[in-house]
């Protein structure tokens, strides 16, 4: 009997699970719409109230979407005032919806990856995951990694659909 050998193993392929490397915390939005009078605009005073007295403390270590869903145009120095607010309580915080919010924390994750241990290797994405994984993160991680790689494929080690393979120098 010979001995069974795990040629996935053997390939040198170097595997990327962005399931694996995604943040746990809490995820939260600040919606303002409820601060507008009369539901079309801000007025300073009474924004900087709300902005004093809200509990900014129920953010604490999560990661924060401030958006308005109003059809009101905000100025932005509103979106800098909550900002503000959050700014040593929350893990991080931006203007914008909550699936904007994966997608910046995944990006952030994606451009911290050290290029030099990918630098001339042949690199799997994986593909399937329990967590959804948003599409711009793999955008990402084709921008940040195919500098250095020599190859870039998506999926499983077994079965994988070559995005990048660097050109041999003639």
């Not at 915390?25 to 601060?35: K, L, T, V």
């Not at 005032?81 to 931006?94: D, F, Q």
């Not at 924390?105 to 399937?128: H, M, P, T, W």
Request: proline content about 5%; overall charge negative.
């Amino acid at each position: 009997m010979s001995e069974i050998i795990n040629k996935v193993a053997a390939s040198g392929l170097l595997t990327i699970n962005l399931e694996e490397i995604y943040p746990e915390g809490q995820r939260m939005a600040i919606d303002i719409a409820p601060q507008l009078w009369q539901g079309i605009a801000l007025r300073e005073k009474d924004f900087r109230e709300w902005i004093r007295a809200h509990d900014w403390e129920q953010y604490r270590d999560a990661w924060v979407a401030v958006h308005c869903s109003a059809d009101a145009i905000i100025p932005h120095w509103a979106f800098m005032l909550v900002i503000s607010a959050l700014n040593t309580i929350a893990r991080k915080a931006i203007v914008g919806s909550r699936e904007e919010l994966e997608s910046m924390i995944f990006r952030d994750l994606v451009y911290s990856l050290n290029q030099e241990i990918y630098r001339d290797a042949r690199v799997v994405v994986k593909g399937c995951s329990d967590r959804e994984v948003p599409v711009s993160a793999y955008s990402d991680l084709v921008f940040h990694l195919q500098p250095v790689v020599k190859s870039l494929m998506f999926g499983e080690p077994c079965s994988t659909v070559p995005v990048y393979k660097r050109s041999q120098p003639k």
